[in-house]
C-alpha cells in the first residue's frame, strides 16, 4: 500500500501564495492518478486538482488561474502552486493517489491525513 505524506500548510494572508507537498512511500508498482481534495468546516470533501502519470491535469474552476498541480514522477511526489489564496481557500487538504502492486492488480486509493491551510488577515 502507498502511505501519503503531506506538508506545507499553514497560515498565510489573501493574495499570499503556499506550495503544498505530497511524498508517496510504501510497495507499489506503479501510481498512476494524484490529486489534492480540500475540505472546509460544514462542507463536503472536495475536488480541487488532479494531475496522470502522464501529467494531464484537472483544476476546479474555483482554483482555476490560482492553483497548479504538478509531480515528479522520480520523487513519487505531488505538489500545489496556490498563489493569490483567498479566505474561502481555508480547508483541511489532502492528497490522494491511486496506485497498483503489480501490473495486473486492482487500483488501490491511498489518502493522506491532510494539512491545514488558513487565509486570513
Known amino acids: 500500500q502507498v502511505q501519503l505524506v503531506e506538508s506545507g500548510g499553514g497560515l498565510v494572508q489573501p493574495g499570499g501564495s503556499l506550495r503544498l507537498s505530497c511524498a508517496a512511500s510504501?510497495?507499489?508498482?506503479?501510481?498512476?492518478?494524484m490529486g489534492w481534495y480540500r475540505q472546509a468546516p460544514g462542507k463536503e470533501r472536495e475536488m480541487v486538482a488532479d494531475?496522470?502519470?502522464?501529467?494531464?491535469?484537472t483544476h476546479a474552476d474555483s482554483v482555476k488561474g490560482r492553483f497548479t498541480i504538478s509531480r515528479d514522477n522520480a520523487k513519487n511526489t505531488v505538489y500545489l502552486q496556490m498563489n493569490s489564496l483567498k479566505p474561502e481557500d481555508t480547508a483541511i487538504y489532502y492528497c490522494?493517489?491511486?496506485?497498483?502492486?503489480?501490473?495486473?492488480?486492482?487500483?488501490?486509493?491511498?489518502w493522506g491525513q491532510g494539512t491545514q491551510v488558513t487565509v486570513s488577515s
Open positions: 490522494n493517489a491511486i496506485s497498483q502492486i503489480s501490473r495486473t492488480s486492482p487500483s488501490f486509493l491511498s
Open positions: 510504501g510497495r507499489f508498482f506503479s501510481i498512476n492518478t
Open positions: 494531475i496522470t502519470r502522464w501529467g494531464r491535469t
